[in-house]
C-alpha cells in the first residue's frame, strides 16, 4: 500500500520560510508528476508547484519567485521550499505524485499557518 507522509509544515511569520518534504513509502513503478497542492479554509485545493520526471517545474503565478520545488524520483520523495511568505500562503499543503492520468496519491497534508 503506498503512503505518502509530509512533514516541515508549521507556524513562521509573514516574510519567513519554510520547507516541506514528502516521502513515499510502498511501491510505485513509475512516477510521471509530482506536486504539492494547497487548500485554504473555505476555499478549494489548488495547484502550488509541480515537477515532472524529467525535471520540467511548473508554479501557481502566486508562488513564482518564492517557492521552489524539487523532487528526486528514484527516492520517491519530494520537496517544497517556501520563503517570503505572507498570510495568504496559509494553508494545508497536500503532497500528490502522479503515476498515470486516472491515478495519484496523496498524502494527508501539513498544516502552514503564516502569521502576519
Known amino acids: 500500500q503506498v503512503q505518502l507522509v509530509e512533514s516541515g509544515g508549521g507556524l513562521v511569520q509573514a516574510g519567513g520560510s519554510l520547507r516541506l518534504s514528502c516521502a513515499a513509502s510502498g511501491i510505485i513503478f513509475r512516477i510521471n508528476t509530482m506536486g504539492w497542492y494547497r487548500q485554504a479554509p473555505g476555499k478549494q485545493r489548488e495547484l502550488v508547484a509541480t515537477i515532472t520526471g524529467g525535471g520540467r517545474t511548473n508554479y501557481a503565478d502566486s508562488v513564482k519567485g518564492r517557492f521552489t520545488i524539487s523532487g528526486d524520483n528514484s527516492k520517491r520523495t519530494v520537496s517544497l521550499q517556501m520563503n517570503s511568505l505572507k498570510s495568504g500562503d496559509t494553508a494545508v499543503y497536500y503532497c500528490?505524485?502522479?503515476?498515470?492520468?486516472?491515478?495519484?496519491?496523496w498524502g494527508k497534508g501539513a498544516l502552514v499557518t503564516v502569521s502576519s
Open positions: 500528490n505524485m502522479q503515476v498515470s492520468v486516472a491515478m495519484s496519491y
